[in-house]
């Protein structure tokens, strides 16, 4: 089956530290989204692409988050400085805008110490 | 008021039982309507999706769409411990927005 492959799985790092989060959605997916989750707020919006270009990012704390597609096969979720309140599982997840079915990577399980 | 609002449970039901989960929905010009399911320390999965009002089964499942009341439900047949999981409503106006989701614990 295809997938939608996330890196790290799990991240520890140091409030002020920046992090990488990577996804690479399937393979001729056009649609790709990042979502947080965390137990107070569940599933939270932050950015989505379609073929390629940001089409909303305004769940995103502009200040410290970033999200590009520099290419079709990798899209980036960047945080810098992280602060604990960033800890959260960050999910990516692809599609085809013709097609309403997503698929959602593994996640990225982010503590923030 | 959120976008999408679910109550969070936890609902416990014996198995065998029909298990109901209800969602409602703020923006009416959303057009397609989703159930997921998310095991603890798992990613979401689709299981269900609809479109028009009226009911959509497919097999154990059922949705049920009613969207004069922005309203979405998942009947849940004959409902087995494995269908222990939290179940997420998802609605679809442009972008996905997610409901906070609802726990279902299915005892034996």
């Known amino acids: 089956d295809a997938r939608v492959t996330q890196t790290p799985r799990h991240k520890v790092t140091e409030m002020g530290q920046e992090v990488t989060m990577r996804c690479q959605p399937i393979?001729?997916?056009?649609?790709v989204f990042w979502y947080r989750q965390t137990m107070m707020q569940g599933l939270e919006l932050l950015a989505y692409?379609?073929?390629?270009?940001?089409?909303?990012d305004s769940g995103m704390p502009k200040d410290r988050f970033s999200a590009e597609m520099p290419d079709a096969t990798l899209a980036t979720l960047k945080i810098q400085p992280s602060e604990p309140r960033d800890s959260a599982v960050y999910f990516c997840a692809s599609g085809l805008s013709t097609d309403v079915r997503y698929t959602f990577g593994s996640g990225t399980r982010l503590t923030v110490v | 008021q959120k976008e999408v609002e679910q109550n969070s449970g936890p609902l416990s039901v014996p198995e065998g039982a029909i298990a109901s989960l209800n969602c409602t929905y703020s923006?009416?010009?959303?057009?397609?309507f989703f159930w997921y399911r998310q095991y603890s320390g798992k990613s979401p999965e689709l299981i269900m999706s609809i479109y028009s009002n009226g009911d959509k089964e497919d097999g154990r499942f059922t949705a049920q769409l009613n969207k004069a009341s922005q309203y979405v439900s998942l009947l849940i047949r004959d409902s087995q411990p494995s269908d222990s999981a939290t179940y997420l409503c998802a609605v679809k106006p442009g972008k996905l927005i997610f409901g906070q989701g609802t726990e279902l614990s299915v005892k034996p």
């Open positions: 692409f379609r073929n390629r270009a940001p089409l909303d």
């Open positions: 923006d009416r010009v959303s057009q397609s």
């Open positions: 393979l001729g997916h056009n649609t």
